[in-house]
């Protein structure tokens, strides 16, 4: 979206509901990962806009989209694109696509505890580790101790976009033990020696990220700004945000183009994700 036209629109829409008289509430649903991102993002958004309430809640970016076709939340945060199937379903139930909004960036890591040895991993190794073809980390390089496996339940858009791109499609081992959202997944790789997760980048702290390769034996590197906005970093991906394109004005748009200004873009960057550049806004 231009970013002119676009903070014209968010004026006009805050003008809008300060015009009504009434208080304004927003709903956000989705995205276990950008739950952090959209809880700050809320916090702040009040402090400046006290007529307004945000609501955010986690469960999932195929929760967060079943609610948006549903119409149980106003905005739907998502890890992933929405699939061709849900934008259909949507087209049959409004007669309009959902409006995609990309967001910010995420380097989407992977995680070991801090005590492995291990630096660095290649697709093929990962894919071997996380579909249970490789169960012990002498088999990468590592010491000789079994592979702990930690996950996302199938609802989250960071195990199918992992599964999709990392795994070539391929099931994840029957051994992986499924945690609630990324925060578990950290807290569970921080306390068991052995232990391999993923997740958003905002989420590594007390953890080690991995670099990672493509291909065996090419360059590995490692999640960060300059690695993932320049697609250097395999693994990088887009965080959306979905709202649907007959409500998407008001106190809905005036938030999410906040969110995309200067000032949302810089709560991206506190919380550990990486902002969009001003082109791309």
């Known amino acids: 979206m231009n970013a002119r036209f676009a903070a014209k629109l968010a004026v006009a829409a805050s003008l809008a509901v300060a015009a009504s008289g009434f208080a304004a509430n927003v709903t956000v649903k989705g995205s276990d990962t950008m739950v952090i991102l959209g809880q700050k993002w809320a916090e702040v958004y009040m402090k400046g806009h006290p007529d307004t309430t945000v ?17 149980g939340t106003d905005v739907c945060d998502a890890s992933r694109p929405m699939k061709s199937a849900e934008i259909a379903d949507f087209l049959k139930k409004y007669k309009v696509r959902p409006h995609e909004y990309k967001m910010c960036f995420d380097g989407l890591s992977v995680y070991v505890n801090k005590g492995n040895p291990i630096t660095q991993l290649s697709f093929s190794q990962l894919e071997g580790i996380f579909t249970g073809k ?138 550990g994700y990486f902002p969009l550049p001003k082109n791309m806004r």
Not at 159 to 164: C, N, V
Request: aromatic share 10%; glycine share 14%; hydrophobic share 35%.
């Open 55 to 71: 609501q955010v809640t986690g469960g999932g970016s195929g929760t967060g989209i079943a609610a948006l076709l549903n119409g």
């Open 134 to 271: 490789i169960t012990n980390w002498k088999q990468v390089g590592g010491a000789d101790a079994p592979v702990s496996l930690y996950g996302r339940e199938n609802s989250s858009g960071t195990y199918e976009f992992f599964k999709e791109h990392v795994l070539a499609k391929k099931d994840f081992a029957a051994s992986t033990k499924t945690m609630p959202g990324t925060a578990a997944v950290i807290q569970g790789v921080a306390q068991d020696a052995n232990a391999i997760g993923y997740g958003g980048i905002a989420y590594g702290e007390g953890v080690k990220a991995l670099k990672v390769s493509k291909v065996d034996g090419g360059e590995a590197v490692e999640p960060c700004e300059e690695t993932v906005l320049s697609g250097r970093y395999p693994i990088s991906r887009f965080l959306y945000c979905y709202v649907n394109s007959s409500k998407d004005s008001g106190a809905i748009a005036a938030y999410i183009n906040w969110c995309m200004s200067d000032e949302g873009q810089a709560v991206v960057k506190d919380v």
